[in-house]
């Protein structure tokens, strides 16, 4: 907590299941704030992902997208922030959860903008859009990781004087270089071969499907490894479809979810990791992979050219394309160990310097404060 400042009661509107999210809250909770979770009824909060968190349901928009729904949520938002009272209401993404903050009526808030919900904002229909712009237009602050995704923000209806630059940052303590542990390979059923981690969620966004057609182009000792956390069902068929059909079903390989611990010991397992989305800001896996000083290879979209172009351009592959992106794989796969270890620390000398965790939290508990001195 910010020195000599009093704790705070801070309420969040998000993805209840976001890992990322739950490691936002519970950075405040550490520092010794009161935070709540206001979670839409119908929605399922994890087990105990987030203890210390006080969950509060709330009939949501989206559940009932009409104006005797909007005015339903409206009342129970204020009725139920009422009686919690925080000093700042924080919306994690730029749809729903700051619709929602925008329609309680409870100020100030807060709007952090993730990625797609501001980059591919003309999916979300003339009223969804009306929504964000009026959502972005009355927060207080609205955060973005990225320059890009500042600018969409803006292109939005976000005021440019309200803006600041938040990472959701990275534990670079867990997330550190150094071998693997002994026995992962063990575990994991692997052989002596190399290894590249496609860690982002199975869905369609994501095209994991390029990755599949690139690993049938590159030699067979090379495994593909993703995770099973919050994929979607249908992708991850038609993605073992594809795998069989190019004969590579062996060597990709769907892993339980992990925790952060786990995953810090799968990005150094990795000789690479790949991320090549057709839309996205910079993607916290592959900052948590570079904070171990593991190279990826990604899709060339504005913000990874801006944390990655002076670091490894050859790594930066065009949208959509498998020829392009099992190249870069090589190219990554190829290089040597004292080169790779001098790429690793530059690497992670960016992460330390742009995206610490207690860094960027110190800088949004300030922000927090700030506006709570201010609050009706």
């Known amino acids: 907590m910010t020195r000599d ?33 206001l979670i839409p009824e119908g929605v399922d909060l994890p087990g105990d992902a987030m203890p210390g ?65 501001v980059l591919l904002a003309g999916r979300a229909g003339r009223v969804g859009r009306l929504a964000t712009r009026l959502a972005l237009r009355d927060a207080a602050i609205v955060t973005a990781g990225t320059p890009g995704l500042a600018a969409a923000a803006v292109a939005l209806g976000a005021r440019p004087h309200r803006l600041r630059e938040a990472q959701f940052g990275i534990d670079t303590e867990r997330f550190r270089p150094g071998p693997a542990a002994s026995d992962l ?23 994991h499907d390029v990755v599949v057609e690139a690993l049938a182009e590159l030699p067979g000792d090379v495994v593909v490894l993703s995770t099973a956390m919050r994929a979607d069902p249908g992708e991850r ?5 594809l795998a069989h059909e190019r004969g590579v079903a062996e060597r990709w390989r769907i892993l339980p ?7 810090a010991e799968l990005y150094r397992l990795a000789d690479v990791i790949v991320s090549v989305p057709e839309s996205d800001a910079m993607p916290q896996s ?22 990655l172009g002076d670091l490894t351009p050859e790594l930066i592959v065009p949208v959509g394309d498998a020829a392009a992106t099992a190249a870069a794989l090589r190219t990554a796969l190829a290089v040597a160990p004292e080169a790779r270890r001098t790429l690793g620390e530059r690497l992670r000398g960016r992460i330390v310097e742009r ?5 960027s939290m110190d800088r949004v508990e300030a922000w927090y404060h700030q506006l709570a001195t201010r609050s009706p």
Request: no cysteine; aromatic share 8%.
């Open 286 to 307: 592959v900052m948590e992979a570079m904070a171990t000083g593991t190279p990826a290879v990604v899709s060339d979209l504005p913000d990874a050219r801006d944390w």
């Open 5 to 37: 400042a009093a704790p705070l009661r801070l309420a969040f509107l998000g993805d209840a299941g976001s890992p990322h999210l739950h490691r936002w809250l519970n950075a405040f909770l550490a520092r010794g704030h009161a935070v709540a979770l």
């Open 237 to 241: 068929d038609r993605l073992a479809s």
């Open 185 to 207: 390979r063990q575990k994991l059923g692997l052989g002596p071969g190399r290894v590249v981690v496609s860690s982002r969620i199975l869905a369609p966004l994501y095209r």
């Open 355 to 359: 995206a610490d965790a207690r860094r």
């Open 53 to 117: 968190v006080e969950p509060i349901r709330f009939r949501s928009l989206t559940a009932r997208p009409s104006p005797l729904g909007a005015w339903a949520a409206r009342r129970d938002l204020r009725r139920l922030l009422g009686a919690w009272r925080p000093d700042v209401l924080h919306a994690h993404y730029a749809r729903s959860p700051a619709w929602h903050a925008w329609l309680s009526g409870f100020r100030p808030y807060v709007v952090t903008a993730w990625g797609s919900d």
């Open 257 to 263: 979810a992990m925790d952060a611990a786990r995953m």
